[in-house]
Nanobody
Framework: QVQLVESGGGLVQTGGSLRLSCTAT????????MGWFRQTPGKEREFVAG????????YYADSVKGRFTIPRDNARNTVYLQMNSLKPDDTAVYYC?????????????????WGQGTQVTVSS
């Protein structure tokens, strides 16, 4: 069993930066590919970024490419989402998740575990 806890959300101005953290309990964190998604009211959960088990392969949505990165630290059971040059359109609840399959990293239905979410608000 894996539990995920996100932190680091908040209010930031356009152009600012935030770093989200997602820390996992349990010993099997390094066997999971990890992803970040975001969701706004009335919309489906949207893929943002994903990383392979050892962090060597990463994948980003076009909307965040060049602005966000997804480093992970398996020694700390933590994956991060570094968000730079934030825009009002980035406002959402951000969720991290764990999946055994990197090939379907962008599909929320492939995830076994989810965190509770953290709110990110970007003011214009």
């Amino acid at each position: 069993q894996v539990q995920l806890v996100e932190s680091g959300g908040g209010l930031v101005q356009t152009g600012g930066s935030l770093r989200l953290s997602c820390t996992a309990t349990g010993r099997s964190f390094s066997t999971y590919s990890m992803g970040w998604f975001r969701q706004t009211p009335g919309k489906e959960r949207e893929f943002v970024a994903g990383t392979s088990q050892n962090g060597n392969i990463v994948y980003y949505a076009d909307s965040v490419k060049g602005r966000f990165t997804i480093p992970r630290d398996n020694a700390r059971n933590t994956v991060y989402l570094q968000m730079n040059s934030l825009k009002p359109d980035d406002t959402a609840v951000y969720y991290c998740g764990g999946t055994k399959s990197f090939t379907t990293i962008s599909y929320p239905t492939s995830y076994e575990y989810w965190g509770q979410g953290t709110q990110v608000t970007v003011s214009s």
